[in-house]
C-alpha cells in the first residue's frame, strides 16, 4: 500500500507561483512513477507531470511545459510540482498519483491505482 498526502494548494493571483507537494508513505519502491494530475469540475482529470523516485526523466503536459517542474526529495519520500507563471486555466483540484507504470502509460490516469486527496488551486484573474 502506498499512501499519499498532498498539500500547498492556494488561491493565487495570475502570473504567481505556487508549490505543491506530495508526501509518500508505504511501499515507495524506486521504479514506481509519481505524477500530479488535475481536475476541474465536469472535466476528466488530465495528466499535468510525472517522474520516478530514481532517474531523471520527467513528463509533463504541453499545456505546462516550461512553466512547472516536478521534483523529488528521496530522503523525504516527498514529489513536488513547482508551478510558475500560474493562469486562471490551471484553476483546478492537483492529485498526486503513484504505481508502477511503464514509460508508455505514464501518462495515462488508469495506470495509477494510489491516489492523494487533492489539493484545490484557484488562480484569479
Known amino acids: 500500500q502506498v499512501q499519499l498526502v498532498e498539500s500547498g494548494g492556494g488561491l493565487v493571483q495570475a502570473g504567481a507561483s505556487l508549490r505543491l507537494s506530495c508526501a509518500a508513505s508505504g511501499r515507495t519502491f524506486s521504479y514506481y512513477a509519481m505524477a500530479w494530475f488535475r481536475q476541474d469540475p465536469g472535466k476528466e482529470r488530465e495528466f499535468v507531470a510525472a517522474m520516478r523516485w530514481s532517474g531523471d526523466s520527467t513528463y509533463y503536459a504541453d499545456s505546462v511545459k516550461g512553466r512547472f517542474t516536478i521534483s523529488r526529495d528521496n530522503a523525504k519520500n516527498t514529489v513536488y510540482l513547482q508551478m510558475n507563471s500560474l493562469k486562471p486555466l490551471d484553476t483546478a483540484v492537483y492529485f498526486c498519483?503513484?504505481?508502477?507504470?511503464?514509460?508508455?502509460?505514464?501518462?495515462?490516469?488508469?495506470?495509477?491505482?494510489?491516489w492523494g486527496q487533492g489539493t484545490q488551486v484557484t488562480v484569479s484573474s
Open positions: 498519483a503513484s504505481d508502477v507504470v511503464d514509460n508508455t502509460n505514464i501518462r495515462e490516469r488508469w495506470g495509477y491505482k494510489y
